[in-house]
């Protein structure tokens, strides 16, 4: 079954980047010879991301002046861009710039990733608001081995041990790769976890 997943790299206390918006800190992390993200995207039909992620793209792989870059990146694949300001396209690129409802969006990309997965990219004021209509399905974190004190959050909302049930762990060079069911796919897993339990016959 198709998910919504948010998928990205954090340092162990909870940040995306940190207070001056950078990731510097995260390109000195040794990251093997895997490559999580192309597994991954391989599986994504669709993704979002706030205002402040996409000029952070635009800047670090200069977009503008090479385009060519977003589509070695992310080929085709379509993406929603949040925001209430004027940010310049990537040339030829899939990209629609949008504000309002991410439910109503959130539709759209289901629509359009034809089966396959819905990408966050964040930031996490944006995915926090998926998380407010329920529209997230997965976490999947990669944690650098950095401890930042202040900076940009992994999200803005509270989800406790009722909302989330580990599936995943996984070492990739110096990151750990933890993967989370979310809000009601979380609970329907603890549910058939708990039925599996009661089915085990008693050793008494």
Request: proline residues 4%; glycine residues 10%.
């Amino acid at each position: 079954m198709a998910k919504t997943q948010y998928y990205t790299a954090t340092s162990i206390d909870g940040f995306i980047a940190d207070k001056s918006n950078s990731l510097d800190w995260l390109f000195e992390v040794d990251e093997g010879t895997a490559n999580p993200f192309g597994e991954f995207f391989a599986g994504v039909g669709a993704f979002a991301m706030g205002a402040t992620t996409y000029e952070w793209v635009l800047k670090n792989d200069n977009l503008l002046e090479e385009p060519e870059n977003w589509h070695d990146m992310y080929g085709d694949v379509p993406c929603w861009v949040f925001t209430h300001r004027d940010l310049p396209p990537v040339p030829d690129a899939n990209v629609f710039m949008i504000s309002g409802d991410v439910r109503r969006v959130h539709e759209a990309m289901v629509v359009a990733a034809q089966g396959k997965n819905v990408w966050l990219a964040g930031g996490g004021n944006l995915v926090s608001q998926f998380v407010d209509h329920g529209l997230l399905d997965e976490i999947i974190l990669g944690i650098a081995p950095a401890i930042l004190g202040d900076g940009a959050p992994l999200l803005r909302r509270k989800l406790l041990v009722d909302d989330l049930i580990l599936t995943g762990v996984r070492e990739v060079g110096q990151f750990a790769y933890l993967t989370y069911a979310v809000g009601d796919v979380a609970r329907l897993g603890r549910h058939l976890a708990a039925e599996a339990v009661t089915r085990i016959p008693s050793l008494g």
